[in-house]
């Protein structure tokens, strides 16, 4: 009996105990210092930024959707917004807008924009395009990346003002626990897309959509509506990663955010939501998140070769697609 129980616990709840076995197992290998509050600050800074953009993967898959264009959307944001963000005094060759100073909130708001835009763009293609999402986003990725390089000329944005950088670079609290700023705002958009999701209509309708899109049609759902939107609000979260990925590295290039859509898919994918659609929950994205952090980390702190960590990453979408099947399949 007690065995059947173990089974259904970790069953129903392998995302977490994957990642608590994680840890475990890391802090065997580094003696402890994977759980010092030094190690965690790291991990929180370094997937911050991946969590936007896996919360608005997440939700797309949830309605049996997918997005290609988020690595290069997020680069493009991020250029934009930090060309808003530099200096006045930098050399003109230098500048995207040269002798121009704008508002601490420009460059936060345009980066925003340009993921919402693209964000919309992905919607209508496969709301009322009718494009299947692979192709669809396939498509604006390889948009974003021309757009990109024509926006920058291929060039590096940087030298940015303090105020920006510092959106990302602050931390607060007292000297020996200094928490950063990152933390929070990931805090602040997991609750307001879980309220989204659990809470709403319109959330209920993604999942419904991602269950069986004719049902959803029948019992009167706007389906082209709701596809809309939800690639929409992934845009926005884009855009918002764009800003901070920015503020963060202090400059934008070509090779800013490549491969994230790789690990934001493999992060919701471990967090338990179904490429089958209608199935996810926001604090299995955020578990799936952190646990894909920590591989990462350990990878990195065994001095793991980095092109031997895709080889990785890639072996766990595949596994966790599996796993995933089989699950559903069973059930159905």
């Known amino acids: 009996m007690n065995k059947i129980k173990a089974k259904e616990f970790i069953s129903k709840y392998t995302t977490f105990v994957t990642f608590v076995v994680l840890v475990f197992i890391l802090s065997i290998l580094t003696q402890g210092r994977a759980l010092s509050w030094d190690s965690i600050k790291t991990l929180i800074i370094a997937e911050a930024v991946r969590a936007f953009a ?11 959707g997918i997005d290609l264009s988020i690595g290069y959307v997020v680069c493009l944001t991020a250029s934009v917004a930090a060309s808003f963000a530099q200096e006045v005094d930098i050399p003109a060759l230098a500048a995207i807008f040269p002798g121009k100073d704008f508002p601490f909130i420009v460059p936060i708001a345009a980066g925003i924009a340009a993921g919402a835009v693209f964000g919309l763009f992905n919607g209508i293609l496969v709301a009322y395009g009718k494009l299947p999402p692979f192709i669809a986003t396939l498509g604006t990725m390889v948009i974003a990346r021309g757009v990109q390089l024509l926006y920058t000329k291929a060039a590096i944005v940087s030298s940015l003002k303090s105020s920006f950088k510092a959106i990302a670079q602050t931390s607060i609290g007292p000297p020996f626990l200094q928490f950063p700023l990152l933390g929070i705002y990931v805090a602040i958009i997991t609750f307001i897309i879980w309220v989204l999701l659990r ?46 990925l920015a503020s963060r590295l202090a400059l934008a290039n070509a090779l800013t955010a490549n491969g994230m859509e790789l690990d934001a898919i493999a992060a919701v994918t471990v967090g338990g939501v179904s490429q089958t659609g ?28 980095s092109y031997y960590q895709y080889l990785v990453k890639g072996g766990i979408i595949i596994v966790a697609v599996f796993f995933d099947m089989k699950k559903y399949a069973r059930r159905a």
Do not use: K, W
């Open 278 to 305: 209608g199935v996810g929950t926001v604090s299995g994205m955020i578990i799936g998140i952190f646990t894909m952090g920590l591989i990462n980390y350990g990878m990195s702190f065994m001095a793991i070769d």
């Open 54 to 64: 896996s919360l608005g993967v997440g939700m797309i898959i949830i309605t049996r």
């Open 199 to 244: 809470h709403t209509r319109q959330g209920s309708n993604f999942y419904a959509i991602g269950g069986n899109t004719q049902a959803a049609r029948v019992s009167g759902i706007n389906v082209e509506r709701d596809l809309v939107c939800v690639y929409l609000y992934a845009g926005i979260l884009y855009g918002c990663a764009g800003v901070l």
